[in-house]
Antibody
C-alpha cells in the first residue's frame, strides 16, 4: 500500500525556519518525481515545488523561490522541504504528492500544518 | 505565467448532471487532471489526462478538453459528490498549475 506521511509542521515566528519531511512507503520511491503542495486556510491548492526522481530537475513557485529548498533522500525514501524566511502568508497545510507527470498526482499525504505567527 | 480559471461554485440537483469548467489559453493542447477534495481530507485524483479515470473512481465521472476549456462532468450526481474540485496542468513556463477550485453543491 502506497503511503506518504508528512511531518515537521508547527508554529513558527515570522522570519523563522522549518523543515518538513515526507516519508514514503509501498512503492519504489526513487522512480518517482515528487511535489509539495500547500493550502492556506479556506483557500485553494497551490503548487509549491517539484523534484525529479534523481533530483536533477527542481522547480519552485515564484511565491517561495529563494526561500524554500526541496530535496530528497532516495536511500531513506524521504522528501524534504526546507522553509526559511517564513511569512504569515506561508501559513497552510502542506501536502507531499507523488507525481506521474502526464497522469497527475496519484497519491497524496494527509498534510502537515504550518502556522507562521508571532 | 499560465493561469487556469474555474467558477467559484456550481450547483446541481440530486441525480442530475454537473459540469465544472476549467479555462486556460489553448488548454486543449495540455493534459488536464482533476482532483476532488472533501473537507478535512487530502485531494483525490478523479480524472487524469483529460478523460481517464483512476481505478476506483465511478464511471459517473468523465472529462473532456478542447480549445480553451476543459470540463469535468459528473453524471447522476450524489450527495457524496459534494466537494471542491480542482483542475491542474503542467506548463513549460510555470511548471504545475492548479485552478482556483470549484465548490460543488448537490441540492
Amino acid at each position: 500500500e502506497v503511503q506518504l506521511v508528512e511531518s515537521g509542521g508547527g508554529l513558527v515566528q515570522p522570519g523563522g525556519s522549518l523543515r518538513l519531511s515526507c516519508a514514503a512507503s509501498g512503492f519504489t520511491f526513487s522512480s518517482y518525481s515528487m511535489n509539495w503542495v500547500r493550502q492556506a486556510p479556506g483557500k485553494g491548492l497551490e503548487w509549491v515545488s517539484y523534484i525529479s526522481s534523481s533530483s536533477s530537475t527542481i522547480y519552485y513557485a515564484d511565491s517561495v523561490k529563494g526561500r524554500f529548498t526541496i530535496s530528497r533522500d532516495n536511500a531513506k525514501n524521504s522528501l524534504y522541504l526546507q522553509m526559511n524566511s517564513l511569512r504569515a502568508e506561508d501559513t497552510a497545510v502542506y501536502y507531499c504528492a507523488r507525481d506521474r507527470r502526464s497522469s497527475g498526482y496519484d497519491y497524496w499525504g494527509q498534510g502537515t500544518l504550518v502556522t507562521v505567527s508571532s | 505565467s499560465y493561469e487556469l480559471t474555474q467558477p467559484l461554485s456550481v450547483s446541481v440537483a440530486l441525480g442530475q448532471t454537473a459540469r465544472i469548467t476549467c479555462g486556460g489559453n489553448n488548454i486543449g493542447s495540455k493534459n488536464v487532471h482533476w482532483y476532488q477534495q472533501k473537507p478535512g481530507q487530502a485531494p483525490v485524483l478523479v480524472i487524469y489526462r483529460d478523460s481517464n479515470r483512476p481505478s476506483g473512481i465511478p464511471e459517473r465521472f468523465s472529462g473532456s478538453n478542447s480549445g480553451n476549456t476543459a470540463t469535468l462532468t459528473i453524471s447522476r450526481a450524489q450527495a457524496g459528490d459534494e466537494a471542491d474540485y480542482y483542475c491542474q496542468v503542467w506548463d513549460s513556463s510555470t511548471a504545475w498549475v492548479f485552478g482556483g477550485g470549484t465548490k460543488l453543491t448537490v441540492l
